[in-house]
């Protein structure tokens, strides 16, 4: 009998979105390419994602050295392929080392990573780098192709029944490809992080430098380390290698033009002085089993053997099987505590009140809701499978701001964590022992070396703690014996 095939609403929408694709001239390359992107969508969703970095995560609140950041960026922009967007460039606050791109010109880096950096010559090759990857559109690219792959598998597998049996095989072999084309990504971005640093009088050697600064934090932490092949982001040593055969490609000689080229590192140094390192307890931080939170000066408690995450969003609690979640809020509001649970409530799906009120916790007003609901279970396969729950409400007032206790299990499971959940939320207190009050982050000092010494001798010398000498090693990219010359700049950790 022959095989009658079936265009699905799916398909048919998926052929004419395929059907209206047109060649686009990559800026970087000059060559032509097949693009589902546009310019203004790369523009938008960089919009999307920085809102969201902001709410999730924060920008560090250091205006002079974010208009440094901006001063250096904002200079090397016009000399990129794409000097028509407009580029911005923000810390994220953050002690994870790090720095990325998202589409349409927005380019981010930690202060983990500024505290590892060790000259302005490195800052500008990694800010050329981001650059490189928003110029070449790498983002748009892989979205383009993930979505032309992807569709292909899937109407295959609508189309035959054979191809349906190793669609799966396929989407594994296309993720694999992706990989492989992330390296070049990276290649390509070392690369034009070099032209652009270069072309506003930097040494782009530096990139060298911090690239062993990196390896080195590498191999302190212990990271796992892919094959070459299936690592996102090339290893290390075979990126320093691609640097330095392009520079001498490029007949460019670190030394040689020293004189003639930026490094900056006094300069560097010098703005770095103060920035907050590692985590930043007045954000909130964890003692013993008690959250604390030294600038909105409150503190609970959260359950043994539970994980937590805190973001400046929300604080995430979870029990150590998974099957159980508190999520801690803050907002400023002075609407009423029942209308503010309320509003919360409608965002679920039909709930069942099983009970709600007014009560007090440690002398403060709080409003209770308990009830049940339905969720959509991700898992499953079916269509609009649902998921009873028992979901707690509870917001309490201090001052001019409401604090919500969001919980909810499993309609079985929550009768198991319903007494702890509720010892988390009666244990919300005001924070007022001076100790956890005064909790001051660690931050990155400059200090100047008197004498000829080594680093070891120099730490010992200020009476810094031996715990933290091969972290101040490691972010002045030096050994505990390596020797100080006079006058030389060192980073320590207080």
């Known amino acids: 009998m ?25 800026p970087v390359t000059g060559k032509k390419e097949i693009m589902l992107i546009s310019e203004s969508m790369e523009i938008g969703m960089g919009k999307e994602i920085d809102q969201g970095l902001r709410r999730e995560y924060g920008f560090y609140e250091d205006p002079q050295f974010t208009a440094y950041i901006e ?37 981010y880096v930690t202060r983990g990573l500024l505290a590892l950096m060790n000259s302005e010559a490195e800052l500008a090759t990694v800010l050329g780098h981001e650059l490189g990857h928003v110029n070449a559109r790498h983002s748009a690219r ?40 992330s390296r070049s ?21 530096e990139m060298v430098t911090f690239f062993n600064s990196l390896q080195r934090l590498t191999e302190t932490k212990g990271g796992v380390r892919l094959p070459n092949f299936l690592s996102t982001h090339p290893l290390t040593p075979r990126r320093i290698e691609k640097v330095k055969e392009l520079l001498q490609a490029e007949e460019y000689s670190r030394t ?27 954000q909130g931080y964890v003692e013993g089993n008690t959250f604390y939170h030294p600038d909105m000066r409150f503190y609970f408690n959260i359950p ?57 916790v440690n002398g403060m007003n709080a409003y209770h809701t308990l009830m049940q609901s339905l969720i959509s279970d991700e898992d499953s396969s079916q269509e609009q499978q649902k998921e ?33 959940i509720n010892g988390t939320i009666n244990s919300f207190n005001p924070l007022t022992s001076r100790r956890h009050l005064n909790r001051r982050p660690q931050r990155v000092f400059v200090k100047r070396v008197s004498s000829r010494q080594t680093l070891r001798n120099f730490l010992s010398a200020l009476r810094i703690h031996n715990q933290v000498w091969n972290k101040i090693a490691l972010i002045n990219n030096m050994e505990l014996d390596q020797q100080l010359s006079p006058n030389q700049l060192i980073k320590i950790i207080q």
């Open 2 to 26: 022959k095989r009658i095939f079936r265009i699905t609403p799916f398909i048919l929408v998926v052929l004419i979105a395929i059907i209206q694709v047109q060649c686009a001239v990559n």
């Open 71 to 107: 001063q250096i960026g904002q200079e090397m922009a016009p000399n990129t392929h794409r000097p028509h967007l407009e580029y911005h460039f923000a810390i994220l606050d953050t002690p994870v080392e790090n720095a990325f791109a998202a589409p349409g010109g927005y380019i």
């Open 142 to 181: 892989q979205m383009t192709r993930s979505i032309l792959f992807t569709l292909g598998i899937v109407i295959a597998s609508e189309l035959s029944k054979d191809f349906r049996k190793i669609a799966p095989i396929s989407m594994l072999a296309t993720q694999l490809l992706f990989l492989k084309y």
């Open 185 to 205: 990504n990276e290649y390509q971005a070392d690369a034009l992080g070099v032209e652009y640093s270069l072309k506003i009088g930097y040494s782009a050697g």
């Open 256 to 282: 040689g033009d020293l004189p003639r080229l930026k490094v900056e590192r006094d300069g560097y140094l010098t703005r770095l002085d103060g920035l907050v390192y590692g985590d930043n307890p007045r």
């Open 304 to 360: 043994r053997g539970w994980k937590y995450s805190n973001t400046p969003r929300q604080v995430t609690l979870a029990s150590g099987d998974g099957k159980a979640v508190v999520i801690f809020m803050a907002e400023g509001t002075t609407e009423s505590l029942d209308s503010y649970a309320n509003k919360l409530k409608k965002k679920l799906s039909n709930p069942q009140i099983i009970q709600e009120g007014y009560r007090y």
């Open 388 to 420: 009873e729950v028992k979901v707690g409400i509870s917001c309490i007032r201090k001052g001019d701001i409401v604090y919500t206790f969001f919980s909810a299990a499993s309609l079985s499971d929550f009768s198991a964590y319903e007494y702890t």
